[in-house]
């Protein structure tokens, strides 16, 4: 129970008050707090990528430290059984945690609908989830745990701290930046990805704090261990402009190839569906096909880390770059689709490298000289194909940046991930979160903060004192109770209160009206026979975007709430003047807290 102005605070609640005090009061506050976040985030890294390498090499007896999907040897039995009995562990779980609890909510849902509230017990199994499916052998990336983890440990604070809403959705952009920018030792890189796609947007009021975040993860991983995808990138050689159309059209493939994937792991999570397979037997069906492609080639095995490294520079035949780039949008597509849980960003870069690289040596077989830029085109690929299926232009262009320091090379990622981007956009719309967005009903497009219009709806907006009369009520009888510049809207109802229509103030004065006893008039009337828009009406859920457009659609002033359609039962009335106040007073408030005035 909250304190009233007048009970004193408990000597427990006092040190609370004050921390929430400064963090509300000073930006200095938010910054102390963005660099604790930015330490958890880097941790939670560690903690995972750890975790996640000693089941490789429990499960499938690989060397200490050796990556999974570039090990040869592993003993076929290994292979099949690793991700099948991986599946099945994360099936039985996720049927035990999840059968009667909604999908857990991710950091762009959550700052996109839900003012930054994550659940932190659905985060830290999500995470574990996760640590088991890439830990098993299946094809998917840590990097959705990752953020998962940092950011329902931010959101957490943030609720026992009270945070203001967009308060709390920085502090989560900032844990999710901060992991991201430790898993690649890449600060700006997890800055962007804040801003691009967990914040939705970049202001000067959320530089410091992310920055912050991201830079503290970073060294916090650097301190105890190195980074995960540590890469040694070969020479590039020099990029000249004739370089770049053939850059921005490898972007416009790879948003093709983006897309396929995308639509992949849906087709199969829908097969999935329709099948008669029990729910928590399917990611054990996916491994079974993972194991079966790995026992051919370990490539696809995990989120990839490996395999990056060595398709960047080996020599590699068209053919086998083919195939494996077939192999692994495969497995991930499958693991992704079988119920197995994980993300793509890793995944994407690999299949990007591939597909740089097949890109490169088809080109070579009529220009020759393309062959000198075969790591060029890999990193062009890897950065585009990762912008069509996570989106982030900025983000990958980066990361580019800081994997090479390479100014030219970062430019010519720009325009291949801007290729990438509009074919994505144009021919698909989504990128892979907001795609699964969409197929739950979501219409969800980004993480830009839509929760506040969700919240403020007809029922929060409408007034609950409604002038209303019976429907079969005489003229005279409504005149009597309701005279002259009494109201400006009157709302008529049937049996239990029942919506009838609205009943226009002039009408009901009208001069040519037969009252009761007057003969010499038109038959007399009813107020039903006076009412406009029997059937239209506003929902107590209604969000303020869909009451404004009813307005628009039914051309009046004032609308009455029901609370369902079926029993059409009156709960209130709002005015389209009021809506439109409250609307702008919202926008106007929400503004000044991004712009932190």
């Not at 903690?47 to 040897?73: D, K, N």
């Not at 770059?321 to 497995?331: D, H, I, M, Q, R």
């Not at 892979?432 to 980004?446: D, N, Q």
Request: net charge neutral.
């Amino acid at each position: 129970m909250l304190n009233s102005p007048e009970t004193p605070a408990t000597p427990a609640e006092t040190p609370q008050r004050g921390l929430r005090a400064f963090l509300r009061s000073r930006e200095i506050g938010i910054v102390v707090l963005a660099c604790l976040v930015g330490v958890m985030a880097g941790l939670v890294v560690v903690a995972m990528s750890g975790a996640t390498q000693w089941l490789h090499e429990v499960i499938f007896a690989i060397g200490r430290g050796e990556h999974l999907s570039v090990s040869q040897g592993i003993e076929p039995w290994r292979a099949v059984a690793g991700p099948v009995l991986g599946g099945l562990v994360i099936g039985v779980s996720t049927w035990f945690f999840f059968r009667r609890r909604s999908a857990p909510i991710d950091p762009i849902e959550a700052n996109a609908l839900h003012g930054g509230r994550m659940s932190m017990r659905d985060s830290i199994v999500l995470a574990l989830q996760t640590i088991g499916s890439s830990g098993s052998g299946a094809s998917v990336g840590l990097e959705a745990g990752y953020t998962q983890a940092a950011s329902g440990f931010a959101s957490h604070l943030g609720r026992r701290l009270r945070l203001r809403r967009a308060d709390m959705r920085l502090i989560v952009g900032c844990a999710a930046g901060g992991a991201i920018g430790a898993a690649f030792n890449a600060p700006l890189t997890g800055a962007f990805y804040a801003f691009e796609l967990i914040l939705g947007s970049y202001s000067i009021a959320v530089f410091v704090p992310v920055m912050a975040a991201t830079f503290m993860a970073t060294v916090t991983h650097d301190l105890i261990s190195p980074a995960l995808l540590a890469m040694e990138v070969p020479p590039i050689g020099a990029i000249t402009i004739a370089d770049l159309p053939l850059v921005v059209l490898l972007g416009a493939a790879c948003g093709l190839v983006g897309i396929v994937v995308m639509r992949g792991a849906a087709f199969i999570e829908a097969g999935f569906r329709r099948s008669r397979i029990p729910n928590y037997l399917r990611p054990a069906f996916g491994g079974l096909v993972v194991g079966g492609l790995a026992l051919w080639n370990p490539y696809v095995f995990s989120a990839g880390h490996g395999a990056i490294n060595f398709f960047l520079g080996a020599p590699i035949g068209l053919g086998l770059l083919a195939l494996v780039l077939v192999a692994k949008a495969v497995a991930s597509s499958v693991s992704i689709g079988a119920g197995f849980r994980g993300g793509l960003f890793f995944a994407s870069l690999l299949l990007g490298v591939l597909a740089g690289r097949l890109f490169a040596g088809l080109l070579a077989l009529a220009f020759p000289d393309v062959a000198a830029h075969q790591t060029l085109f890999a990193l062009v690929g890897m950065s585009a194909l990762a912008v069509s299926v996570v989106g982030g232009p900025m983000t990958m262009a980066l990361l580019a940046l800081e994997m090479t320091g390479d100014l030219k090379l970062t430019l010519a990622v720009m325009g291949a991930a801007g290729a990438a981007s509009l074919v994505t956009r144009r021919l698909f719309g989504f990128s892979f979160a907001t795609w699964r967005f969409h197929l739950r009903g979501e219409s969800i497009r980004g993480a830009y903060d839509v929760g506040w219009i969700r919240d403020l709806t007809a029922g929060s907006m409408m007034r609950l004192e409604v002038p209303k009369i019976d429907a079969d009520a005489s003229i005279a009888e409504a005149r009597l109770k309701y005279p002259p510049g009494s109201t400006n809207y009157l709302v008529a109802v049937g049996k239990d209160d029942a919506y009838a229509g609205m009943v226009p103030p002039g009408a009901l004065y009208d001069p040519e009206l037969a009252l009761d006893g007057e003969a010499d008039r038109p038959a007399p009337v009813t107020i039903r026979d006076l009412l406009h828009n029997p059937d239209r009406m506003l929902l107590a859920g209604m969000s303020v975007r869909d009451t404004l457009k009813a307005f628009d659609e039914a051309e009046s002033e004032a609308l009455p709430v029901v609370a369902d359609r079926d029993s059409r039962r009156l709960v209130g009335i709002l005015s389209e003047a009021h809506a439109i106040k409250r609307y702008s007073e919202e926008v106007s408030r929400r503004n000044r807290e991004l712009t932190g005035e």
